[in-house]
């Protein structure tokens, strides 16, 4: 057994919150611990034991013969292709995914949720109000809490940014800050509030909407005691300094009116009439973020984009893994994490799919091709984005035999020698 | 790489070497201009045609996390426009699709400012923490040689030193961060007034007006920063976006902040939106070019209006309010962590509405009445006042009288009362002009020596036009185009798209520095201080 060693300020992906203060125990080639780690941190770094495997047909091979497989299946003609990219890979490698899927004409989907999409696409509508991470930890003195508590899934968001800590315009931390939880039927706010109303489903976006009247100076009339509740949150929140509005942008086990991010936003962008509001959306783990960035700056869209033309469409409505389950696919690149399951696992199988990430040899589903690399941030340093697109430097605490981006790139290479020239 | 290519019988205008159109040869061996070639050499017929140096953009926002929220707010604009992948010859690097619209994709921007014989541009406004960011969109930009201006007028870091009087600590932390960043120089928006924005103050209107949260004024700011700019001998100087954008009567603080700063080599940046009279709206371009003309340590680019679409983004967020309110546009606002602000407002300018004419006619002003092109330099604040793309019209307003007269004949008269342009301008850019304020000038600004000119050392970026009675036609097609020796665009078609180079500084700084700061890091940052500089920057930073 070799002595343990340290490696320090390492990058957690559990979740959205991207903390950067791990301090990583490597022993043997595992991990052994990761402090100060949440157990969605914990959880995410595991032993940073993978498999290292290269398969073809299910067989072993060498990496050079996989390559001209996987290219050979990408470069048939007329095939129909989708790009799949989960969410445990650098933007680096998100970048190499997105100019194959550029070269070979394919649709690109994510792990964006439909929850997230639903922002997004609002926010394109709107706009949108918000703030960096440590500008709620420096400046939020009142915090509302929509139908969430962090404290589930986002364990230390309270504690690294939202609740707790000291800020430069909040020396007092948890003492100097007012917090407001709104329970929407069962979706609940966090415990530790200092003021909780409760909303029916059924009444919150009617509540949204007064809301964002009653501060546009259209105070409502006779309304039922729980909206009547809901618009007396309104002066607690012109009165504060700096106003916070947080919600979880990722699905639940609870349905969700769709409708709720629109109605935030627009409460948000109001508030900075008359002080200054921001809204913080909770966003899962990986490099979910990256990858919307990436899609933005190379093709203009965030998410849903189809390059079957030569150039790149936007398809909101008809995402790549909804088609994938119609059978409108005849090949598939899945980067990153293969954990897709039901229908889009299903139709990958039956399609000839290339699987290369962490774990590409264990996919549920079968592969004509599976290189497996390492994980974003555990075997692979780069560049991650946090909930707030804030762009994060990934230090590997392991050291990775073969990188996702290393084997992107050589597929592009691959594919190009098979098909010179342009998609377009 | 053409490593060589002798580009044979072209007028050349050099103005940076006195060359103001002489029928010779331009040689290029191995990426750089040389004096000669052997006879043998590869020739470019460029006879009857008209040699430049490649463009450079002193001030552009391309390539950061600002551009990409607003992408991402713009898919109308992109589905109107898609882009397919350019048909590269040499296969070296892979041709990309993308969308245009006011804010393209990163792949397709590098393609249309190869396209318009532009070799370098700079990102005005980037904030630190988003470096990272904006170097990965700069390495998708190809054609051009790059670099971003790293935003400080409202850090909080540094605004606690102005507060407790430490400048010099100040200039150290300044010069860490251009280091720590990839950036080229310090940029200042709205100096303290982000800060207020963010803090509840709203905005600072005055030179002495005091942040409150930190007792600091807007004067303080811009002297800190431009003795530390011009201390840390940086190639460009600091590069100032004044307070109070975009309002009627901004002409007092934009002189005043000149004359506060008198003396000391300062750039101020898109003016156009910083010289209008008040309280009503009315052209204050002429006591602000007067002053330029009359103070050599100053320089400016002008920031023109072209009516169309725009996308107005900017660190200055509470500008971006009062547009999203006046203008009931979408709007887009991003509070980002201890350095600055982001603020996203898409724009039409009309030339019937009288405010737009008015800004437009602001920024001919500032160029025609302007002494000294070398100092009075090109720039749309793009996406800002319109797109880069706009560049070749603009060009033509400023050389052909009887365009301008004619556009002036159908414009919203209603402000321009008293105006140098409604009263009759009647000089005419002469083409040695036009290389100067979109090539030499700029270069020279910037401190880049070997940008610009086409004398023997200078980088190989050389834009070649067929002449054309149209001007704007003429700068909008240029027939070849030579970034870094590379045959770039072919019979005005791109036919290659080499990877440019990324521009900038890594100045020193006592060391002193860096354990306060650490404590600083530990107690407001949510990066951690080990993980805060970009790390792997593509290229050797400029000596400084």
């Not at chain 2, 200055?316 to 991003?334: A, C, F, Q, T």
Request: with cysteine.
């Amino acid at each position: 057994m070799s002595v343990a060693h340290q490696v320090e300020h390492v990058t957690c992906l559990g979740c959205g919150c991207g903390c950067d203060d791990i301090s990583v125990t490597v022993q043997d080639g595992r991990i052994v611990d990761a402090i100060p780690a949440c157990p969605v941190g914990r959880a995410w770094f595991g032993d940073g034991s993978v498999p290292w495997e290269v398969l073809q047909a299910g067989k072993p091979a060498t990496l050079e013969r996989a390559l001209i497989e996987a290219a050979s299946i990408l470069t048939k003609p007329r095939a129909s292709l989708l790009v799949y990219l989960a969410p445990d890979i650098t933007s680096r490698a998100q970048r190499a995914a997105v100019a194959l899927a550029d070269f070979l004409g394919a649709a690109v989907d994510t792990a964006t949720s439909d929850p997230a999409v639903g922002g997004l696409l609002a926010a394109q509508r709107r706009g949108r109000a918000t703030a960096t991470l440590g500008e709620i930890r420096n400046r939020a003195d009142v915090l509302l809490f929509w139908g969430v508590d962090p404290n589930r899934r986002y364990p230390r968001f309270l504690s690294r940014y939202a609740l707790e800590p000291a800020g430069t315009q909040i020396p007092n931390g948890r003492a100097g800050r007012f917090v407001i939880a709104v329970n929407i039927g069962a979706d609940k706010g966090p415990a530790e509030a200092d003021h909780t109303i409760t909303l029916e489903p059924s009444e919150e976006i009617a509540a949204l909407s007064l809301m964002r009247a009653a501060v546009l100076d259209h105070p409502a009339r006779d309304q039922s005691p729980n909206l009547a509740s809901a618009i007396g949150l309104i002066g607690r929140l012109t009165s504060a300094r700096y106003a916070v509005l947080v919600h979880d942008a990722e699905p639940t086990d609870l349905p969700r009116n769709p409708l709720r991010v629109e109605g935030l936003i627009a409460l948000a962008q109001a508030l900075n009439g008359p002080t200054r509001a921001a809204l913080s959306s909770l966003r899962a783990g990986g490099n979910r973020p990256g990858a919307e960035s990436v899609l933005t700056w190379q093709t203009g869209y965030p998410f849903a984009v189809d390059h079957s033309r030569g150039y790149p469409r936007y398809m909101p409505g008809d995402r790549g893994l909804d088609r994938l389950a119609r059978g409108a696919f005849t090949a598939a690149l899945v980067v990153g994490s293969p954990v897709l399951a039901g229908e889009a696992a299903a139709a990958l199988g039956g399609i000839e799919t290339v699987a290369i990430g962490p774990g590409a040899s264990r996919a549920p589903f079968p592969t004509r091709v599976a290189i497996d690399t390492g994980t974003a941030g555990i075997h692979e340093g780069g560049t991650a984005y946090r909930m707030d697109e804030v762009p994060l430097s990934l230090r590997p605490p392991l050291t990775g035999q073969r990188s996702a981006v290393q084997t992107l790139e050589a597929l592009l290479e691959a594919v190009r020698t098979k098909r010179p020239g342009s998609s377009a | 790489m053409t490593a060589r290519l002798r580009i044979a019988g072209g007028t050349v205008h050099d103005p940076a070497n006195g060359i103001d159109g002489e029928v010779r040869d331009i040689c290029i061996d191995d990426g750089r201009i040389v004096a000669s070639l052997p006879d043998d050499a590869p020739t470019l017929d460029a006879r009857g045609m008209i040699v430049m140096a490649g463009g450079v953009d002193i001030h552009s926002h391309l390539a950061s996390s600002s551009c990409n929220h607003a992408r991402r707010l713009l898919p109308e604009e992109h589905s109107a426009e898609p882009v397919t992948a350019p048909a590269l010859v040499d296969g070296a690097s892979l041709p990309r699709s993308g969308t245009g619209g006011t804010v393209p994709t990163t792949f397709t921007s590098g393609y249309r400012y190869a396209g318009l014989g532009y070799t370098t541009v700079f990102d005005a406004a980037v904030a630190p923490v988003m470096a990272r960011h904006s170097h990965a969109e700069l390495g998708d930009t190809p054609c051009v040689d790059g670099g971003f201006f790293a935003l400080m007028g409202n850090d909080e870091y540094l605004l606690r030193q102005i507060a407790a009087g430490e400048r010099e600590r100040a200039r150290d932390y300044a010069a860490w961060l251009l280091g720590s960043t990839g950036a080229y120089a310090i940029k200042i928006v709205n100096p303290g007034g982000i800060e207020a924005w963010k803090s509840g103050q709203r905005n600072l209107n005055g030179l002495d007006e005091v942040l409150t949260t930190h007792g600091v004024t807007p004067r303080a700011i811009l002297e800190t920063l431009t003795d530390a700019a011009n201390h840390l001998r940086l190639p460009h100087p600091v590069h100032i976006h004044c307070n109070n954008l975009g309002q009627p009567g901004n002409v007092a603080v934009t002189l005043a902040t000149m004359q506060a700063l008198a003396g000391r080599r300062a750039h101020f940046t898109h003016v156009q939106f910083h010289s209008y009279g008040g309280p009503g709206w009315s052209s204050g371009a002429a006591p602000i070019i007067e002053y330029v003309n009359t103070h050599p340590e100053l320089s400016i680019d002008v920031g023109q209006v072209m009516f169309g679409s725009a996308t107005t983004i900017t660190a200055d967020g509470p500008v971006e309010y009062l547009l999203h309110k006046s203008s009931g546009r979408k709007w887009v606002n991003i509070d980002i962590e201890l350095e600055t602000g982001c603020g996203i407002v898409p724009f039409l300018y009309k030339d019937k509405a009288a405010v737009n004419a008015l800004q437009w006619a602001v920024g001919l002003e500032l160029f025609l009445l302007s002494r000294d092109p070398w100092r009075v330099v090109l720039s749309t604040d793009h996406p800002n006042g319109g797109s880069f793309l706009s560049y070749p019209a603009l060009i033509q307003l400023l050389m052909d009288r009887s365009v301008r007269d004619e556009k002036l004949k159908q414009v919203n008269p209603k402000l321009l009362g008293g105006s140098a342009l409604a009263d009759g301008l009647t000089r005419e850019y002469t083409l040695n002009e036009i290389a100067i304020i979109t090539r030499a000038g700029p270069a020279r600004l910037l401190g880049l020596r070997q940008k610009g000119h086409l004398g023997p050392g200078a980088d190989a970026d050389v834009t070649v036009f067929a002449r054309n009675a149209d001007i704007a036609q003429m700068f909008a097609t240029p027939r070849y185009v030579i970034k870094g020796g590379s045959l770039v665009v072919e019979e005005g078609q791109l036919r290659r798209a080499p990877v440019g180079r990324r521009l900038h500084v890594r100045p020193g700084y006592d060391n002193a520095l860096l354990p306060d700061l650490k404590r600083y890091f530990d107690a407001y940052s949510t990066v951690a201080f080990e993980n805060y500089p970009v790390q792997g920057i593509p290229d050797e930073p400029i000596a400084v």
